[in-house]
DNA sequence: TCAATCATGTGAAATATTTAACAAGGGGAG
DNA sequence: CTCCCCTTGTTAAATATTTCACATGATTGA
């Protein structure tokens, strides 16, 4: 966060910022090692003042008649949203999902470390998984400081999400993603992001549907 | 999309039906008859007027003085989406992902039915998962009309989801989820979305970062 | 039947976000 | 060194979305 400039941040900008590192990694792989907002704004299907106004929000990360430095703009965009650093995960749930986002070693590559796993299911607790052993989601409260868990993965079923969510809540867990289909309840100054599948199947039938009217 | 009123609909109002769907099926679940727009807010943490300006895109679904059905709501919601019926999707990529989803039962639960997986892998084709057998990517051209394939499910590893989404829009598939961190390009009147929970990992980060300070 | 109550549906006001337009400034050719 | 070209960063205008406020209409009980 070396050079925040503004107060509020739009939730649009910060997906877009996700974007923008996605297509620039892409460019970077293909030997770009400049872009102009016009060039990175058509790949990304956004408007190029778009771009320059999320970036600005930041700080000044290009230079004038030439453009941005695609890896000096990775490297910007990553200390903007404090994703250039690890950050330790706890999942909760291993299950179907669970084991799927285990096994996925995209979440290292990324900076998200999932260091613990923690299940209910007596039949798992004592396994390991992914060099993971399951462990008992009562133990979250001792384990999260002794090893510096910060966020919480929740993957549960949907009538245990709030279970797990009171479990990682008390072990002062900072930060939670919720993959169950149900609303939690936590203190206001710990964020909750939802990921559901079902809204983009949702919208994508909803513009399939209007599309034919 | 019985009672659409008005021309162009917010891609936020969309987000949020999804989420009272999911709010309401859990509210009828513990036996409520009727709801206000006001506690209705509140279980989802949005604004009151918010969800009855939502709603009114798509019609008069309340009774003043009283409220709203739940279960005539959630009815009403799912035919102004379009998802008052099944549809018919294409798995493409049996991996890791894509093994997860097809065992996932949820799909079936919310009217979106995977009715073929497609895996270009030689040893997974002809393999049977989850009742389904694995075909190659190159036989989606036939299958897709045969079978009323209408939305496909992309979960191939990134520097593929290009080729799976040709693969799709020459089967006239109309809609497509890529799962895969990779944009694609397909003719305009093909809606897209992408799944990237890293958008949702980062908006964490973020958040927690900026709480610090 | 009528009045009181209550929560919807909606137009208008307040915010927020996106797009356009351009002044400012870096880089390179001559 | 100067001029010209090019693209950024930013201010201002245009849109879009959210929130407010209340008139409207259904329901209930006297
Ligand atoms: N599998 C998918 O593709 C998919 C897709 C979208 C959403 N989801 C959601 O993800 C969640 C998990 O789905 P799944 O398919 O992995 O289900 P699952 O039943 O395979 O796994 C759930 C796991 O959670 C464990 N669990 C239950 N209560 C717990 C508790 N209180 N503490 C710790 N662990 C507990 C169970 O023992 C089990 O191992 C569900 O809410 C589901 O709706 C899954
Ligand atoms: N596993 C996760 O938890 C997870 C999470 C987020 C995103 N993703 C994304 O989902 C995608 C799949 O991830 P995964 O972990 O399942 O990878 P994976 O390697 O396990 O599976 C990819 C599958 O796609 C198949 N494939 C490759 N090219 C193909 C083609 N042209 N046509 C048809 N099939 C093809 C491969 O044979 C393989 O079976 C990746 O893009 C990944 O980034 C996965």
Redesign the pocket.
Known sequence: MSQM?SE??????IG?LAVYIQVLENLLRDGNDV??????ARACS???????????YF??????????YVQELITSIKQSLGIDRIWKCALIGVGNMGAALLRHHDFEKRGFHIAAAFDCDPDKIGREFESLEIVCPTHLKEQAPEMGLEIGIITTPPDRAQRAANHLVDANIRGIINFAPARINVPAHIPVEYVDFFDHLYAIAFQITLGND
Chains 1, 2 share one sequence.
């Not at 700080?59 to 941005?68: A, H, I, K, L, S």
């Open positions: 400039k509020h941040i739009p939730k649009a900008t877009r872009i102009s907002s016009e060039k990175l956004v408007n190029s003042s778009q771009i320059r106004k999320d970036l600005a700080g000044e990360f290009g230079v004038r008649g030439v453009g941005y």
